[in-house]
């Protein structure tokens, strides 16, 4: 009998007229299948148009058409089981929820082939394991960048990773990070209120609206441009800190994208400390620390960012879920120096 939770269901949007690219827009981006892994599905006869396999990538589409893709049964896992300890929040036969460190790497790549969260996972979680992205390994449906701590949920099972990833598709899950900006940004700041994409919402929300694609000459990098995925992204300043020269924010994604948080935040101009790849406009604001500061500020392991809280409905069940994550030290310890005024000199 064939898996329903393997075969997924797709409109072909207005923009895609061939049939790998529609496929590539319209799938959820939590499956984590890449233009060339759709390319492969199809040349292997898994994508269907009213019941007539479509083996041509290049086949032309119109928009509204529905298309079926049938997954096939899960490769393998090619990274290897690791005894790494994870800091479990929550697990059941489902799924499990993870407060992951900052500095480590979600999923193995060039450079970082071990000491990741799958390769700790694949240890912990033996053989449950989700396989909906063609390789059988813990389901990741959505990440967060290696020296980003926090929250994330992994689907053991094909069910439970269908069932997130459509959650995360709808923008259904709740997720809040807290950050630790430089300077702090002001519904009054004439400046922000000239910038494209920003605008503030009651309650002294800050929205940003702009589209994130890969950087046009360091591919290591995102940035804001033309052409790039929908990105939405929410600040509140939930407090100012040495003297209005860094803020805590409580930021929350309407959309989750590669980097989102950072790259909107220092694209206001109000980078996150720490922040080594987006805060270079600000570290000469370093200077100004008190030492204590700036030895809090030295330790971090990486960006002032932290994925505190995370909701959604079980996959299974439908029960609503909340789960919260304290501050890691470091990021409380920079906190505690830079709170009423202190931390920076002459305060």
Not at 163 to 192: M, N, S, T
Not at 205 to 233: C, F, N, Q, Y
Not at 265 to 291: C, T
Not at 308 to 324: C, D, I, K, Y
């Amino acid at each position: 009998m064939e898996d329903p939770s393997r075969i997924i269901r797709v409109t072909v949007p207005a923009d895609a007229p061939r049939l790998d690219k529609a496929l590539t827009a319209a799938l959820p981006e939590a499956l984590g299948l890449s233009r060339s892994r759709v390319q492969a599905l199809i040349a292997g006869g898994a994508v269907t148009r009213g019941g007539t396999v479509l083996a041509d990538a290049r086949t032309r589409v119109r928009a509204g058409e529905a298309l079926v893709l049938t997954l096939p049964d899960p490769a393998p896992a090619a990274a290897g089981p690791e005894a790494i300890p994870l800091a479990v929040v929550y697990e059941d036969a489902e799924l499990i929820v993870i407060d992951k460190p900052a500095g480590m790497v979600v999923h193995p790549a060039p450079g970082a082939e071990t000491g990741t969260l799958v390769n700790a996972l694949l240890h912990h979680c033996g053989d449950s394991l989700s396989g909906i992205g063609g390789v059988e390994r813990p389901g990741i449906v959505h990440r967060i960048d290696k020296d980003t701590s926090g929250l994330l949920v992994v689907a053991k099972t094909d069910r439970a990773h269908a069932g997130l990833a459509a959650q995360f598709a709808a923008h259904e899950v709740e997720r809040r990070y807290d950050a630790i900006c430089w300077g702090v940004p002001d519904a009054g700041d004439p400046r922000l209120a000239g910038l494209d994409g920003v605008g503030f919402e009651p309650g002294g929300v800050l929205r940003i609206e702009l589209p994130l694609g890969r950087h046009r000459s360091d591919r290591k990098k995102m940035a804001v441009r033309d052409g790039g995925r929908r990105a939405v992204t929410r600040l509140k300043v939930a407090e100012r800190l040495a003297g209005g020269a860094a803020a805590r924010l409580e930021c929350r994604l309407e959309t989750g994208r590669t980097h989102q948080i950072r790259v909107h935040a220092a694209h206001i101009g109000h980078p996150l400390l720490a922040d080594p790849v987006y805060g270079g406009a600000r570290r000469g604001a370093a200077a100004a620390l008190e030492e204590d500061a700036k030895a809090a500020l030295a330790a971090m392991p990486g960006q002032a960012l932290h994925a505190a809280t995370l909701g959604f409905r079980h996959p299974v069940s439908g029960q609503g879920m909340v789960f919260e994550a304290p501050l890691p030290a470091t990021i409380n310890s920079l906190l505690m120096v830079l709170r009423d005024g202190e931390g920076l000199v002459g305060s």
